[in-house]
């Protein structure tokens, strides 16, 4: 079966620090990979996501995050946090549920504090 | 203009009463989900509809009861609350059902069931 593993459920830095979280699925087939953010008391919003050819991957904000199959992993940075990059972060991977039916299943979120 | 809307944002209601959630995309897409994240921030797919057809249904207990009247709208009715109901649930939708879809999501509905 196919799913991810987020390290760290909270991860604290210092505004301007490198922000590095850390994602690792498990897949016997090509995975698609997705980052999404979640801001309090909103919905999820999709940062970025990994499907085929290039690695590494830029989307939203400032954040990349770099598809290493060897690894199998899939973590997300930013060079430099912001105080408004304070949320929760979700690593995703769309898995088969039933034949012919996928649906994205979630790690169990890293919470990102901002120290100013 | 909201992409994806759920009425209301805050439920709070008794054990054993009924309830709807109700969810509009103006996407123009032709899939739609349920998730139920627990307090724990867990996120686990409910259901998913594509073109009013259901395509998934979770291991979720029947008194959870999704309706599609159309394919912007899915609304989400549960009866008989119990108070491990209690969660924030959120709709999401896709342009389709493919593997590489980004899902957009609702603000989602805290629900407390007492």
């Known amino acids: 079966a196919q799913s991810v593993t987020q390290l760290g459920s909270h991860v604290s830095v210092s505004e301007g620090a490198l922000v590095l979280l850390r994602c690792n699925y498990s897949s016997s087939v090509p995975p698609y990979l997705f980052w999404y953010v979640q801001y309090p008391n909103q919905g999820l919003q999709l940062l970025l996501k990994?499907?085929?050819?290039?690695?590494l991957v830029k989307g939203i904000n400032g954040f990349e995050a770099e598809f290493k199959k060897s690894e199998t992993s899939f973590h997300l940075t930013k060079p430099s946090a912001h105080m408004s990059d304070a949320a929760e972060y979700f690593c995703?991977?769309?898995?088969?549920?039933?034949?012919?039916?996928?649906?994205?299943?979630f790690g169990s979120g890293t919470r990102l504090q901002v120290q100013p | 203009d909201t992409a994806v809307s759920q009425t209301p944002k805050y439920l709070v209601t008794q054990m054993g009463n009924d309830k709807s959630i109700k969810c509009e995309q103006n996407l123009g897409h032709d899939t739609m989900y349920w998730y139920k994240q627990d307090s724990k921030k867990f996120l686990k797919i409910m259901f998913s509809y594509n073109n009013k057809e259901l395509i998934i249904n979770e291991t979720v207990p029947n008194r959870f009861s999704p309706k599609s009247p159309d394919k912007a709208h899915l609304n989400l009715h549960i009866n008989s609350l119990e108070l491990g109901d209690s969660a924030v649930y959120f709709c999401?939708?896709?342009?389709?059902?493919?593997?590489?879809?980004?899902?957009?999501f609702g603000p989602g509905t805290r629900l407390t069931v007492l």
């Open positions: 995703a991977v769309s898995v088969t549920v039933r034949a012919g039916r996928r649906a994205l299943t």
């Open positions: 999401a939708s896709s342009l389709r059902t493919g593997d590489t879809d980004t899902q957009y």
């Open positions: 990994y499907t085929t050819g290039a690695t």
